[in-house]
């Protein structure tokens, strides 16, 4: 049963509730006319007293015809129409016919019958309406020769009869077309409601909606996962992004400038956000659209590196030339014997310079022709260990290495051979920078499962001095160093190998020392 048909259903019972209620209350007023005793000369002749027993029968029915159980709609209502057409021209006749005004009654059973009988029928019931006053005009005027001018006012009425069946099926014609019309043009609303929910909740665009006091109203999955606030509708914007309403504000006292990016939170993206004014419901509201420009960042980037290693491959050579003369003979100078202390220095300082350029441009070497990452299924308890225990016996003294994992088995896809270079890379690090603390550097491996996404999680820990906050944002850009011997694209590089096999690199802080942590990817979900 379709949801029109069930509409359609429910409106003819409130129409037909509706005649029911019209039926008892005109009931209900013949029966106050001959209770009040209005008219005492009609209620001595035989007319009136059959007028008022017919007017007890037609409160009756009507009252009796609320109760009854529905059977065939459209038999029901013709039979109700006919009884009351019948009942109404009874009535009509004993109060003295036409000029009485009870056909006027008629009329507007015919019309109301007409509103719930489909086609022919309603104008049959019209037809039967005329029959019936002419035929009382003409029974009257047999009896009473004086009313025989009566049958102008019962044609009249007839004819009205046949005009307001004819007008009342051509209104709701209109009227059902026009619903249909409606309602098909409400589904196509709805669809379109829908679809459009749909795409915000699948966009990757942030699309945020503040009302004329900046209180936000709407917010799509995007935006909340990108201002990292998963209640962002029903919160205060302006203590869940103040860096978002710094930019609106500054948008607001010039819109032709653009805005900054913005990163709401420290392990979020970085975002560019722009504004639209609209007007909704008559109030100034502001779109606002945002925009994830990390991967846009780094594709950038990538494309930055690739260039500078295709450039850096042509003229290796060339480079390296003049760099392998220079450095031959920086040695060579610190072999004389005729050099004092202050040049054989000066000699040594060549040399770090020398190999330090060397290091630059095998690393850049390595960005523009890195190979293909080759995932492989790893027992990650045990690769750990084995890199743990290969990894102690290139360790100097005080330099230790721990290893702490969960039981159980933790599994992953992972090309090994680029999972060593990460590792290699960030257990340096952390031994570099606990050193400078303690004097001995320190490194613990956290093998475990993350309790919410049940992926593989690996945590490379030191108990140095950490990284600080206003170089956490730049901590994986290339060419970014707090070491003055550093080349600022280990950890970029890192990164970049973490992702090429669908994990991830991050940095997390902690109130003493550094925490590099690598998530892994589902070994089943990796493709």
Same mark, same amino acid.
Request: glycine share 10%; charged share 10%.
């Given at each position: 049963m379709s949801a029109d048909f069930l509409h359609h259903n429910l409106q003819d019972n409130r129409i037909l509730r509706l005649y029911h209620y019209y039926r008892v209350i005109v009931g209900l007023v013949f029966i106050l006319l001959i209770s009040t005793n209005l008219d005492d000369n009609l209620l001595k002749v035989t007319e009136g007293k059959n007028f008022v027993i017919s007017s007890w029968i037609y409160l009756a029915s009507n009252i009796l015809a609320i109760?009854?159980?529905?059977?065939?709609? @459209?038999? @029901?209502?013709?039979?109700?129409?006919?009884?009351?057409?019948?009942?109404?021209?009874?009535?009509?006749?004993?109060? !003295?016919?036409?000029?009485?005004?009870?056909?006027?009654?008629?009329?507007?059973?015919?019309?109301?019958?007409?509103?719930?009988?489909? !086609?022919r029928i309603g104008i049959l019931l019209a037809a039967l309406a005329t029959l019936a006053l002419i035929y009382a005009t003409a029974y009257r005027s047999l009896s009473l020769p004086t009313e025989a001018n009566q049958y102008v006012?019962?044609?009249?009425?007839?004819?009205?009869?046949?005009?307001?069946?004819?007008?009342? @099926?051509?209104?709701?014609?209109?009227?059902?077309?026009?619903?249909?019309?409606?309602?098909?043009?409400?589904h196509v609303v709805a669809d379109l409601e829908n679809l459009n929910a749909l795409i915000l909740d699948r966009m990757r665009t942030g699309i945020l909606v503040l009302d004329a006091r900046l209180a936000p109203i709407l917010a799509n999955p995007a935006a909340r996962e990108l201002l990292g606030h998963p209640e962002l509708d029903t919160g205060n914007?302006?203590?869940?992004?103040?860096?978002?309403?710094?930019?609106?504000n500054q948008w607001e006292r010039n819109r032709t400038l653009r805005p900054a990016p913005i990163q709401a939170f420290s392990e979020g993206p970085l975002i560019q956000p722009s504004f639209v004014p609209i007007q909704r419901s008559g109030k100034q509201h502001t779109l606002i659209f945002l925009e994830n420009i990390s991967r846009i960042a780094q594709q950038a980037q990538q494309l930055k590196l690739a260039s500078l290693g295709r450039l850096t491959a042509g003229i290796a050579h060339e480079i390296r030339n003049p760099l392998g003369a220079i450095s031959h003979a920086a040695q060579l100078l610190q072999e004389s014997e005729a050099l004092d202390q202050n040049d054989l220095r000066l000699a040594q300082i060549i040399q770090d310079h020398s190999r330090r350029m060397n290091i630059i441009i095998e690393n850049v070497l390595q960005l523009s022709r890195r190979r293909q990452a080759e995932p492989q299924l790893l027992d990650l308890k045990y690769w750990v260990h084995r890199f743990a225990g290969e990894f102690r016996t290139t360790l100097r003294e005080q330099q230790f290495v721990y290893v702490q994992t969960t039981s159980g088995t933790i599994q992953t896809r992972m090309d090994p051979s680029q999972l060593t270079q990460v590792l290699t890379n960030l257990v340096q690090n952390g031994l570099r920078h606990s050193s400078k603390v303690h004097g001995k550097g320190q490194v613990w491996l956290d093998l475990f499962r993350d309790p919410d996404s049940d992926l593989p999680i690996l945590d490379v820990i030191d108990d140095g001095p950490g990284v600080p906050e206003d170089q956490i944002t730049n901590l994986f850009e290339p060419f970014f160093t707090t070491e003055s011997k550093g080349t600022g694209l280990g950890l970029y590089i890192s990164r970049e190998l973490c992702e090429s096999n669908q994990a991830r690199l991050d940095y997390r802080q902690q109130e003493q020392g550094g925490c590099f942590r690598v998530t892994f990817a589902h070994p089943r979900k990796l493709s």
């Open positions: 109760f009854l159980p529905p059977l065939n709609k @459209q038999k @029901q209502i013709f039979t109700l129409a006919l009884i009351d057409i019948g009942l109404l021209t009874y009535l009509m006749y004993s109060a !003295g016919g036409t000029p009485s005004g009870i056909g006027n009654l008629i009329i507007i059973t015919v019309s109301i019958a007409n509103i719930l009988l489909v !086609g006012q019962a044609g009249g009425l007839g004819a009205l009869c046949f005009a307001a069946a004819f007008l009342v @099926q051509s209104l709701v014609s209109r009227l059902s077309k026009s619903q249909t019309l409606a309602e098909e043009r409400a914007l302006n203590d869940q992004c103040p860096d978002l309403m710094e930019r609106l």
